[in-house]
């Protein structure tokens, strides 16, 4: 080896840096954590956005079983009244820290007598997410949410990682569509959106990522409205409406 010159690290080197959730690998990544991102991408897609006259959730459920009872399967949760999440990747953890803002919430209303705003709820969850991220023996959560929720008759929105960051956002995807989905938000989504309207584009979007795969049955919608403040979910008869409009409308531009 030339005087002066580093040493590269060998393949052999480097194995090992993912084996330990608090141990950085010689270029300043947490690979354990980037692991558990990765499991995000790969879960079913779920999108959320804030409306002129509310926020709104649809997911895919991604029931491929035709022996699974569909009304089952849950993946939009309420936190309470006024607030509600869905998420992509392993759902039981999700399972786990959606019970976790429901405690978290009903102790607020106790306490206090009054809603708790989402923020609190949304650093209740990425606390305990990043504890996971430097704690020997914890794995990172391998799933990502979006929580949303109306305050002072304005809705909010945000999405949380297994690094437990968040944002906040106007409208936003996560899972195995967030590419396609994103793009169709980025040039389609606009503040002045009502709930229905909001609807219809979130099931364009899906189609175009599920493509045939793309059955009513897979889908769950659900919406807060900034006067009732109330967490509803859609049923199916008004999703397949929603997508048969969507579908006629698209069909009427071609012609």
């Known amino acids: 080896m030339v005087k002066g010159e580093s040493m590269q690290p060998m393949p052999h080197q480097l194995m090992g840096y993912d084996r330990a959730i608090t141990m950085f690998s010689p270029d300043g ?65 999700a399972r786990v820290l959606i019970e976790r803002a429901q405690l978290k919430a009903q102790q607020h209303r106790i306490t206090y007598d009054s ?35 109306i305050e002072d008759h304005a809705p909010r929105l945000y999405e949380t990682d297994p690094t437990g960051i968040f944002f906040q956002y106007k409208a936003t995807a996560i899972g195995e569509g967030e590419v396609e989905v994103e793009e169709i938000l980025h040039n389609e989504y606009r503040p002045e959106l009502t709930i229905e309207e909001g609807l219809r584009l979130s099931l364009k979007a899906l189609k175009k990522v599920l493509g045939e795969n793309f059955k009513i049955e897979r889908i769950d919608a659900a919406y807060i409205g900034i006067d009732e403040k109330k967490f509803r979910k859609f049923s199916k008869e008004k999703i397949e409406k929603t997508s048969g409009e969507s579908k006629e409308a698209k069909d009427k531009k071609k012609r």
């Not at 354990?32 to 895919?60: H, W």
């Not at 989402?118 to 990172?140: A, H, M, N, W, Y």
Request: aromatic share 4%; hydrophobic share 45%.
């Open 115 to 149: 809603p708790i705003d989402t923020l609190s709820v949304v650093k209740e969850i990425c606390d305990l997410k990043q504890i996971c991220t430097q704690s020997g023996g914890l794995r990172p959560f391998g799933v990502s949410l979006l929580i949303a929720g």
């Open 29 to 93: 990544r947490l690979l354990q954590v980037e692991y558990a991102k990765k499991t995000v991408r790969q879960g079913s897609t779920a999108i959320a956005m804030v409306c002129a006259d509310g926020v709104l959730f649809v997911t895919d459920k991604r029931v491929i079983d035709s022996l699974v009872v569909p009304e089952a399967v849950e993946k939009i949760w309420q936190i309470d009244e006024h607030m509600g999440a869905t998420a992509s990747g392993i759902l039981s953890d």
